[in-house]
């Protein structure tokens, strides 16, 4: 796997993380405004913010006093080109077909 | 092989079940029952029919895929296509019987390295990848 892949893969495992993640990428947001519903301080916020600037998956700018955070989905893609490439959707939904067989009659 | 035909790029994903061809049959062509494993939709399962899938919008991406059936062959073969933000894609399901029950091969065929973006603006979409990925990672040396 690249090294950017487990960049991502890292940055993305921890909930908070992702949790951050996904709302950046529904628009730009303040470390302030991150905070205020993330259910942790904003020195943590910070931290995961870092964490999430070294794998390139956000960007920020600076506009008068604050900083803006922003998702870039696309430094999703080698973790995209990983799970195509071995077919992890498929292998997630084949599983999902086997539990449904479980339930369903003769 | 021509030249254009080598730079498609398939998906394959194999998988045994403990259930005759026939059950599994069933689950690959009721809408009710797609709708429990893959996606909402309005499959029937007649040569010829169009028919979308449906998953929850994601950003940048509207969460349907349109489809027409390809070929339907019972508890042997579904083909079907797969359309979704202008990359096209042929998904065929091969049903073959086993001692302990059947063994599915689903086969995704046909994204170009030009679609590369459509496919993965597509597959950011899917609901379960993100909720996936904590296992995938959990799994990871």
């Known amino acids: ?106 | 092989m021509t030249t254009a035909e080598s730079q498609l790029r398939s998906v394959i994903v194999e998988k045994e079940f403990p259930h005759p061809p026939e059950k599994v049959w069933r689950a690959l062509t009721d809408s009710s029952l797609i709708a429990q494993w893959l996606m909402r939709n309005d499959f029937e399962p007649v040569t010829g029919h169009a028919f979308t899938l449906r998953a929850d919008p994601a950003p940048n991406w509207n969460g349907i895929i349109d489809c027409e059936v390809l070929e339907v062959d019972p508890s042997k073969t579904l083909s079907y296509t797969w359309g979704t933000m202008g990359m096209g894609s042929v998904v065929t399901f091969t049903l073959t019987p086993t001692e302990a029950g059947t063994h599915v091969r689903v086969e995704q065929a046909g994204f170009r390295p030009d679609q590369e973006q459509n496919y993965r603006g597509a597959m950011y979409g899917w609901k379960s990848f993100m909720g996936k990925l904590e296992n995938v990672v959990a799994g990871l040396a």
Not at chain 1, 2 to 27: M, Q, W, Y
Not at chain 1, 71 to 80: D, G, K, S
Not at chain 1, 85 to 99: H, I, T, V
């Open chain 1, 1 to 106: 796997m690249p090294g950017s892949a487990n960049h991502v893969f890292k940055a993305l495992a921890d909930p908070t993380r992702r949790a951050i993640f996904e709302r950046l990428t529904r628009g730009e947001l303040t470390v302030h405004a991150l905070t205020e519903r993330s259910g942790v301080s904003q020195p943590m916020v910070s931290k995961h913010l870092s964490a999430l600037k070294r794998a390139r998956l956000v960007r920020n700018r600076r506009k008068g006093r604050e900083t803006h955070y922003q998702a870039r989905p696309e430094a999703l893609a080698p973790l995209v080109e990983w799970m195509s490439d071995y077919g992890a959707f498929w292998q997630n939904r084949l599983d999902k077909l086997g539990e449904l067989l479980e339930r369903m009659e003769k």
